[in-house]
């Protein structure tokens, strides 16, 4: 390679080297005219180029034609010769020079070869493109292609010309994309002007929300604090007060016990020790703690928060980048059917683009068919996918290209195979693929196998070669085994195949393991009659068509029913017979239904849609392609059948043969079968049944039925037999954390910080001034109020007298007391003027108000004083009007003023001579108060003024004198006055006692007040320092984020700038070498020669052409949008803003805080109550570390406490554990940090405990005749399983409400309910003799049924009880298969335990079933004489007891057993470890018909919803034989009288049906007669033989002792003597009327149903 000096640009070298380049002659030309111009001008000695050496002189002249300088001889020969007179002549001088160029041409170039110099170009090789002379044309070139050198010169100049006119366009849109990158670069910093003012604006939103969060967090701190330092101010009001009233009475009872007599003692202590004892009792009943804790902290969430913030913003492209943009497509591409691709827009950084707008394209570009284009509609649903449309036209290999804006997105171009449209109006019969004996269906896996079913009873697995890989199943009625395999379905690794005479669909791998199975016969749900076709859809939804039930139902994948799409009855939506089944692209289901001849179309939830092909006779099998078309197997038209979307038949394909059967029969099989593969590849699988016929071989026939029923070989069958109808049985098988509280620390703006924390404090400092000032105010107002009464009292000193006391021991005197009364008119209180207590008002008025004798000795103190001080004429007191002079003593014993006479009387006197007298003056009146004492009281009643005070009357509640004991208090109790002081001085003194411990109690409360309201002050100091540290913290992260976008936005454009530069450059460097390469070939064109043309013209054509191709390789869109968008989702970020921040108390709140218990206190058992704390929102609290306490208080039991133990699981929640000792009525407190929590104290009634040890035989409750289980309702209701096969449902009361039920087989029937369970609205009754569970409603309609006869999955041999979990499943005991089978609601099968075996987990016989409190499952082992138990999924846990044949168990809240013992006739009840501890024998059955001794057959056990137990004795007598099966099929009889001990006989009696039970107990024999004759059998104890014939017929077969075979239904039984549970006989003769029939059977009460079968 070499590079150009000018360009750059590398060109390729030759192999020869430089000298092989092509010449360029204009560029040569112009040298050789420079040349000469030179000489020409420059050198006046120019040699002639004509003469020899120049021997004529210098040249004069030049020939411009030959390119010679010419002498003056040379110019003359040129001038005048015939060959040169036209040539063009200058002179040698300047302007012949600037001449030259003008009039000069070119010369004809000549041959570079060796010896060809002098020879001229007059040819071009095409073969090495090159110009040659004529001696190379026959030399080196002689074989190669010559044209002409115009010629190719013209070719040349056409090639030239084209190029030059393509460039042209190109160059223009060269010159539109050159002009869009200089747009898109101006909008690129456009955008990012924009960007940048949005990244601005959203984050000073958020800057500003971050803001008013702080300041509404700080508000409601502020609020909060307040609030707690408010309730708390309150609160120490309250406190104080308290502590006031208590001080004022304490006060007043010392005085009294000091000062006081007995009289005032009784008059007042009372009232101080009830008021005192009443404020006592309020201190009691309210919380001494603060009422709002100290602590508050704020909370807020900044983690999440955070990392938000530092992903917050996203860097959008207007449009998204091609290739990073993606399209998938789900279908096949067909010729003629729309293929659809879904375009997916992504950005550059395979993010998905949510927005439409982008121009895509797509086109479908054929490799074969001269590739042909399809182009795309494009659908743009505006959240950045796009759907492309195209319908290729032709089949083959394609090339798929998808553009977004001119440039291929991800994976394009793609290649794509066309396939071509089906054609059915071609199809025709296919070749024999698979040789394969009697087929009946078929399906294809996804891998490619085919599944084959068989009329051999049989699956044949086939690869795509047809290769036989497995075979699945044989004949057969067990796990695994089929009888007319009619329909499969396979999907993954799961294989369904409906087995139509076996009425079941069995689940099974692909590789043929048996799974499980479900359905049976029956018309119920769940049930079959004949499955034919089934189909799995993309919910894993079984969809199976269940012929002759003429229905449609749906399953769970474990085979539950869903739901019924009936056929039956008249309308759109009726079908008869359907047989295949298909689903559409819809989902909807369409139905081959043969019986009626047409298509029905359901959807997936049975609504009918559509009908369509009336007219295909009989159709059968039927797929749906994924165009929507319709193929019908058409059984009875022996066609196939092909309908269009719209149900249009277009097309049948008739005549078809059987390519698989035995003997190639020409006609259509019975049943047809279509099934498509994953490629939608069509076979159409026709099968039929050839086999042998009755009439071929009725031997073999019967021989072969027999076998698929393993009857006994030892029957023998004559051939009159064939004469009659054979009647064969069906055989039916059951379907089978806690959140992260940071506080972050702030970096900068402390001192902001503290200016807010500063400014909250000079705010707390001013509100408390201001409640200084409040208190203050208070203060003066009481003080007032106290001043006032004494002014009042000083005002009016002699009127006040009497005073009354109130209750606040503030006293009054009356006449005021009754102004003040009569003011407030009929108020029943009076609030006194001083303390403002309000005292209740008698009925009497003030005056029944007590007297305050101690104030009234001190007002009669007082006027004494000031009369003995103030006045000297005081009148004698004991003188007639003062006859003897004025007073001069005053005697302080008779409270009298003394003149002289009656002193000196008084001084002398017997009576007087003791007494205490001072004289008037100051000094007497001093000595008053010190000397004198209250007077004896007198009583106040009319009559008895002079009788003194000397008993108190208790009923009263009086003093009295001595005349009032005897008259109106006569029948009252009285006391001593003195008996009466001295109980209330205790009465006070224990009030003074407990008072003082209440003050100090009271004291310290208000000291915890005073340092709560502190702590608050300190909480919420810090807690608004965390506030504006967080969010300093918060807005300094968000002022890095938005740094950081910023600078993103930066490096973003600047890239965007960059390469849009490099395109540009890149797009004018294009420009630039088109330009030049035009401008050559304009050159060339206009001015060059052929020769000149020839020469580079095909290199300027090649060059601009290389140059115009490689423009459009390249896009000449701009590289780079030029939108850069900015998407700052700041919603949610602003939601969360306004909730950031949680301002906790670090203690919950007690009066929000909530408890729960779910158990039931009973004595001597731990009650757990669970406590969740809260706080004062509502919320809950996510720590510990709180005080709770719990206790238990008896209202009857002198209040015996029970204190609870607490567990703190540190997750707000407490666990508080008591057990209650005593019964009856209790009150349950619980308290946190001594305060109540919500609803509490609360009522709580202890129930003894049960004591089994006293258990003993129940009383009757309800009569029911021969109960056999039983079960009780939520509601209280009783349910009863009866002899009688139906259910009684009684109230509580015992009263019948309803009947469920009836003897029989069919839906809603019974034959012996052996075990009940019901919840809410459902209810499952085991049906022993049925071996089935049947759903009902709590009234008794019938929902489905499940189970049949057997021992595989979901199939029973008598199942006995039935229980539901907590899950809704079913458990239920499995007797004679000795297992636990469990069930979904619907009666889907899930889980066995199986008894079978040896070891612990086995046993024998189950039959009750219960669960305990932990979910495990009991089993009462009937045949073990044990009770197993399992977890929930099986696993054996232990075994416990000894119980003789346990029966029913229940177990309760506690965890005891209850366990009925049927051969033991007893209870036994086991603690929760297994250990016996109680036995109840020799129960009674209160139900019982005859009332029996012995304990019933059946025991069963329940358990109310209040855990209050029943034992519900059952019992089957041992009449109590079910022939269901005989009396449809015999004659009608009748009971006959009388009946002879022993036996029981029948007699034929026209019209009268047969007893359903034998009235005999204990029946040996039965005497069956036909027609007219009768006879008596033998008794006999053991079973015996059968004899089968006419009246003189010995035995033919005799049975051996130790036991016989039987087939009971799902295979042979080999049934032993003592063992006889469920026999039936099958009984192929014809018997003679009048034929004697011996029939023997153990009498034992273990035994079952014997069916007979004629």
């Known amino acids: 390679m070499f590079q150009c000096p000018i360009c750059e640009r590398n060109s390729s070298i030759p192999l020869g080297g430089a000298s092989v380049l092509p010449q360029n002659l204009h560029l040569a030309f112009e040298v050789e005219v420079a040349g000469y111009m030179s000489k020409m001008v420059n050198n006046s000695d120019v040699v002639c180029d004509h003469c020899i050496d120049g021997g004529n002189g210098p040249a004069v002249m030049f020939c411009c034609t030959c390119h010679q300088f010419l002498c003056k001889v040379a110019y003359e020969y040129h001038r005048t010769g015939r060959h040169h007179s036209k040539h063009n002549v200058v002179g040698l001088d300047q302007e012949g020079a600037r001449q030259l160029h003008t009039i000069m041409k070119p010369r004809d170039p000549y041959c570079s070869q060796p010896n060809h110099e002098n020879n001229e170009l007059i040819a071009y090789c095409e073969t090495c493109s090159l110009l040659v002379c004529c001696d190379c044309t026959t030399a080196t070139h002689k074989s190669h292609t010559m044209k002409e050198i115009s010629t190719v010169a013209k070719n040349h100049q056409m090639e030239i010309t084209g190029a030059r006119e393509n460039a042209k366009e190109v160059v223009t849109k060269l010159t539109g994309a050159m002009f869009e990158n200089k747009r898109n670069v101006l909008q690129v910093e456009v955008s990012k002007q924009t960007a940048s003012q949005a990244i601005n604006q959203s984050f000073e939103t958020l800057q500003q929300t971050l803001e008013e969060r702080e300041k509404t967090l700080l508000s409601e701190l502020e609020v909060i604090s307040l609030s707690k330092i408010t309730a708390l101010t309150l609160q120490k009001e309250n406190f104080e007060k308290m502590f006031e009233d208590i001080s004022h009475y304490t006060d007043m009872a010392c005085q009294i016990l000091q000062t006081h007599t007995d009289y005032e003692i009784v008059a007042l202590g009372g009232l101080i020790a009830t008021e005192l004892q009443a404020i006592l009792k309020r201190v009691q009943t309210t919380a001494l703690i603060p009422n709002q804790h100290s602590n508050i902290t704020v909370s807020v969430q900044t983690d999440d928060f955070i990392r938000q913030l530092l992903t917050l913003g996203n860097w959008l492209e207007l449009y998204p980048s091609p290739s990073s943009s993606t399209w998938i497509t789900t279908s096949v591409a067909r010729v003629g059917t729309k293929y659809h691709v879904t375009v997916q827009s992504k950005t550059s950084k395979g993010e998905e683009y949510p927005h439409g707008g982008v121009e895509v394209k797509g086109e479908m570009r054929s490799k074969t068919h001269n590739g042909a284009v399809v182009y795309g509609e494009v659908e743009d649903h505006r959240d950045g996918t796009y759907t492309i449309s195209l319908t290729p036209q032709t089949a083959g290999p394609h090339q798929l290209l998808i553009s977004m804006d001119s440039q291929h997105i991800q994976n394009s171009p793609n290649h794509l195979d066309v396939r071509p449209k089906h054609d059915y109006n071609t199809l025709c019969n296919a070749q024999q693929v698979i040789q394969c004996s009697r087929p009946t269906c078929v399906a294809i896996h996804d891998n490619g196998d085919i599944y084959v079913g068989s009329g051999f009873n049989c699956i044949y697995v086939f690869d795509q070669s047809g290769q036989l890989k497995n075979t699945i199943g044989s004949n057969g009625f067990g796990d695994g085994q089929f009888t007319y395999p009619s329909g499969i379905a396979i999907k993954g690794d799961v294989l369904y195949v409906a087995d139509l005479a076996n009425h079941w669909v069995q689940k099974m791998t692909s590789s043929g393991k048996f799974l499980h199975r479900f359905g049976q016969n029956g018309s119920g749900h769940g049930q079959f009659l004949s499955p034919f076709g089934v189909i799995i859809d993309s919910t894993n939804k079984l969809i199976v068509a269940d012929k002759d039930n003429h229905r449609i139902q749906i399953f769970s994948e474990h085979g539950g029913w869903l739901l019924t799409i009936d056929g039956k009855g008249s309308g759109n939506h009726s079908f008869e017979s359907p047989q295949g089944l298909a689903l559409d692209s819809q989902g909807n289901i369409h139905v081959a239904a043969q019986g009626s001849n047409i298509i029905k179309v359901f959807t997936k939830e049975g609504v009918y849609v559509r009908m369509y092909g009336g007219d295909p006779k009989g159709p059968s099998g039927i797929t749906i392609d994924d165009e929507g078309y319709s193929l019908v197997s058409v059984r009875d038209g022996n066609c196939l059948s092909i309908y269009d979307p719209e149900g249009n038949k277009i097309h049948t394909v008739g005549n078809l043969k059987n390519p698989y059967g035995d003997n190639g029969e020409g006609d259509f099989p019975k049943e047809g079968h279509v099934v498509k593969d994953s490629d939608n590849c069509f076979t159409d699988w026709c099968t039929g049944r050839t086999g042998l016929t009755s009439a071929q071989d009725p031997q073999s026939f019967v021989q072969f039925s027999l076998s698929l029923l393993d009857h006994v070989k030892s029957i023998r069958l004559s051939r009159e037999l064939w004469d009659s109808p054979i009647l064969l049985p069906s055989y039916v098988v059951p379907p089978s954390s806690t959140s992260s509280y940071v506080v972050l620390k702030g970096k900068e703006k402390v001192q902001k910080g503290r200016l807010k924390v500063t400014q909250s404090l000079e705010k707390l400092q001013y509100s408390q001034r201001q409640e200084q000032k409040k208190e203050d105010k208070k203060k003066a107002e009481k003080e007032k109020m106290l001043n006032e009464p004494d002014r009042r009292k000083a005002r009016k000193w002699e009127p006040y007298n009497d005073p009354r006391i109130l209750s606040c021991l503030h006293s009054f005197c009356v006449q005021c007391l009754h102004h003040e009364i009569e003011k407030r008119g009929s108020q029943q209180t009076f609030q006194c003027l001083i303390c403002k207590r309000n005292t209740s008002i008698p009925m009497g008025g003030a005056s029944d108000l007590p007297q305050n004798l101690h104030l009234a000795f001190e007002v009669e103190v007082a006027g004494y004083m000031s009369k003995m001080v103030n006045n000297s004429d005081v009148a004698c007191d004991h003188c007639i009007d003062g006859g003897n002079g004025p007073a001069v003593m005053f005697c302080c014993t008779c409270h009298q003023f003394l003149c ?498 040896s070891g612990n987990h086995s046993f024998q016989f189950p039959r009750g079933v219960t669960l305990d409190p932990q979910g495990n499952i009991h089993v009462a082992a009937h045949g073990s004489n044990t009770i197993k138990v399992f977890t929930k999924e099986g696993v054996y846990v232990r075994m416990y007891g000894d119980p003789n044949g346990p029966s029913g168990i229940t177990i309760d809240d506690e965890g005891y057993s209850l366990v009925s013992e049927r051969d033991g006739n007893c209870l036994s009840i086991y603690d929760p470890e297994g250990n016996k501890i109680h036995t109840v024998g020799n129960l009674k059955t209160p139900y019982g018909e005859n009332g029996e001794e012995d304990f019933l057959n059946e025991g069963h056990i329940v358990k109310d919803s209040d855990s209050c137990f029943t034992v519900w004795c059952t019992r089957r007598t041992s009449c109590d034989w079910m022939m269901p099966h005989l009396y449809p099929l015999l004659p009608p009889f009748q009971l006959t009288a009388p009946v002879e001990a022993g036996s029981v006989n029948f007699a034929a009696v026209s019209d009268t049906p047969l007893p359903r039970y034998c009235a005999a107990d204990d029946m040996d024999n039965i005497v069956l007669a036909l027609g007219q004759k009768k006879t008596t059998l033998e008794q006999c104890k053991d079973f015996e033989d059968l004899v089968c014939g006419d009246d003189t017929e010995s035995v033919q077969d005799k049975v051996p002792q130790s036991g016989f075979n039987f087939h009971t239904g799902s295979g042979t039984k080999d049934v032993g003597k003592e063992n006889v549970e469920d026999l039936h006989l099958c009984w192929n003769c014809n018997l003679a009327k009048g034929t004697k029939v011996t029939l023997n059977w153990c009498t034992r009460n273990c035994g079952g149903n014997i069916v007979f079968m004629l």
């Open 900 to 1397: 002289k006479v009656a002193y000196e009387y008084h001084r002398t006197g017997r009576h007087h001579s003791k007494h205490n007298m001072v004289g008037l003056d100051q000094e007497g009146a001093r000595q008053l108060h010190t000397i004198m004492k209250p007077r004896y009281h007198y009583c106040s009643q009319p009559n008895h003024e002079d009788n003194e005070l000397i008993a108190y009357c208790e009923t009263c509640s009086l003093l009295v004198g001595c005349d009032c004991t005897t008259a109106t208090h006569k029948s009252h109790t009285v006391k001593e006055i003195s008996t009466v002081a001295k109980n209330r001085q205790m009465e006070i003194t224990g009030a003074h006692e407990a008072a003082k411990a209440v003050v100090a109690k009271l004291t310290g409360a208000m000291v915890e007040n005073k340092m709560n309201i502190l702590q608050v002050e300190i909480s919420k100091q810090t807690a608004s320092q965390a506030i504006i540290q967080t969010f300093e913290t918060l807005q300094q992260t968000l002022k890095e984020r938005k740094k950081t976008l910023v600078s993103e936005l930066e490096a973003i454009s600047l890239t965007k700038t960059t390469a849009l530069t490099l395109q540009m450059e890149k797009f004018e460097k294009i420009v630039g070498d088109i330009g030049r390469y035009t401008d050559m070939a304009s050159q060339i064109l206009q001015t060059h020669s052929d020769y000149e043309i020839v020469a580079l013209g095909g290199l300027i054509a090649t060059e601009l052409q290389a140059i115009l191709k490689r423009v459009q390789t390249i896009s000449l869109i701009p590289n780079q949008h030029n939108n850069t968008t900015v998407s700052v989702q700041t919603d949610d970020l602003i939601r969360q803003l306004s909730k950031l921040g949680n301002l906790l108390e670090l203690y919950p709140s007690p009066s929000s805080s909530t408890w729960t218990s779910t158990s039931v206190a009973r004595v001597g058992t731990k009650y757990h109550v669970k406590v969740q704390s809260k706080t004062s929102k509502g919320e809950e609290y996510p720590h510990g570390g709180v005080e709770v306490k719990g206790e238990m208080r008896s209202k009857t039991h002198n209040g015996a406490v029970v204190y609870g133990e607490v567990e703190d699981h540190r997750d707000g929640t407490y666990t508080i554990s008591l057990t209650p000792q005593t019964a009856g009525p209790h009150q349950f407190l619980i308290s946190m940090d001594r305060q109540h929590i919500l609803n509490s104290p609360n009522d709580l009634d202890v129930r003894p405990k049960r004591d089994y040890h006293t258990l003993c035989n129940a009383q009757q409750v309800i009569q029911c005749i021969r109960p056999t289980c039983v079960a009780i309702h939520d509601n209280g209701d009783i349910y009863v399983g009866s002899h009688l096969h139906c259910i009684y449902v009684f109230d509580q009361s015992g009263q019948l409400k309803n009947t469920i039920g009836s003897n029989g087989i069919g839906d809603g029937q019974f034959t012996y309910p052996s075990g009940i369970a019901i919840k809410g609205d459902a209810l499952y009754v085991a049906d022993l003799a049925n071996n089935r569970v049947q759903k009902m409603t709590s009234s008794g309609k019938f929902i489905h049924k499940f189970g049949q006869k057997g021992s595989g999955q979901g199939q029973f041999n008598s199942p006995f009880c039935v229980i539901i979990d907590s899950n809704n499943k079913l458990i239920v005991s499995d007797r004679d298969n000795h297992r636990i089978q469990i069930f979904n609601e619907h009666g889907g099968w899930l889980l066995t335990i199986d008894g079978k075996g």
